[in-house]
């Protein structure tokens, strides 16, 4: 019987929640502190759905270069706040731990890791990650390493909406390398029901030419571009940064700090079906304290029925 639950029959006072009135006794409702660890039932009771109709919420991503350091971790978690970003994804965090996931409390949002990885002279490369708002972290369903380059995120709404941030080789590397990342989100967005929200958080450092998408700084699709178009093709998804028209300038998102050379690395990949959800699209300079040489990219997104 200890299952059962029962109501109260005298409706709360304005201000007071429901489900604390139903509660035994008298006094203050009683408030969870989340901790780091994950996702509980009991966390779940009341769902709060991150996507909605006309509640616009934003998601990013972010190459950080690094965030061991805990004053780069602060800063980029007060960018984050300070710009809105409820979901920030993060590519090369370089924190290695020995659990596959780790959940860390920074001031008022949420980091969920997958290691990074140890190269040849131990040096810490890699490493993907969430950075949530306590609005995302209610909503947090479950969070999964698809691989050591994949993160899986589930968030309540209707539909589901799926996160997945990923980070690719380098055009320099082998091309056996860059397919094997592609293969392994093949798998991860077939897995998915059709009709969830996909968002697929990226720095897949490729470029995509003219010829491929409607606005880029690149005239041409290189090696790992066209891995990258085929992919999207196959799953019918678009590169939301690529959607809107913007000045050249404001197209970019890596600049070399050896050459000065700037590229478009980054991208939001979203399901085709859900376009016009999607408001606005576009990176901005606003992580720069953080001392990254990528720019944020971000996208606002509010729930649209109407699917194209």
Not at 55 to 67: H, W
Not at 267 to 279: A, E, G, P, T
Request: hydrophobic share 35%; net charge positive.
């Amino acid at each position: 019987m200890a299952n059962l639950v029962t109501t109260n029959p005298i409706l709360p006072v304005p201000g007071v929640d429901r489900s604390c009135a139903a509660d035994s006794g008298v006094g203050q409702c009683s408030t969870r502190q989340y901790d780091s660890a994950p996702p509980t039932p009991d966390d779940s009771i009341k769902p709060k759905a991150i996507l909605r109709c006309k509640r616009p919420f934003i998601v990013a991503t972010f190459n950080a270069n690094t965030v061991r350091e805990e004053g780069r971790l602060r800063e980029m978690d007060h960018c984050a706040v300070k710009c809105g970003v409820e979901i920030l994804g993060v590519h090369e965090h370089g924190r290695v731990h020995s659990d596959t996931i780790v959940f860390e409390r920074e001031e008022g949002s949420y980091f969920i890791t997958s290691s990074a990885w140890r190269n040849a002279a131990q040096a810490a490369n890699g490493g993907v990650g969430l950075l949530l708002s306590p609005r995302a972290r209610r909503s947090l369903r479950s969070v999964r390493s698809h691989s050591e380059r994949i993160l899986v995120a589930e968030f309540d709404s209707n539909p589901v909406t799926t996160v997945l941030v990923a980070y690719s080789p380098t055009n320099l590397s082998q091309v056996k390398d860059v397919e094997l990342i592609y293969e392994q989100l093949t798998a991860a967005v077939r897995s998915m029901p059709a009709l969830n929200v996909v968002a697929i958080l990226v720095d897949f450092n490729s470029r995509l030419g003219s010829d491929n998408v409607p606005y880029t700084c690149h005239y041409t699709t290189r090696r790992n571009g066209t891995l990258m178009y085929g992919f999207m093709t196959e799953h019918q998804l678009l590169a939301a940064d690529t959607e809107f028209q913007r000045k050249y300038g404001n197209r970019l998102i890596f600049r070399d700090n050896g050459t000065g050379i700037i590229r478009q690395f980054d991208y939001i990949l979203v399901r085709r079906k859900w376009r016009n959800s999607i408001l606005n699209a576009e990176p901005f300079s606003s992580f720069a304290s953080v001392g990254s040489d990528h720019r944020v990219v971000s996208m606002k997104v509010s729930l649209s029925l109407r699917v194209k």
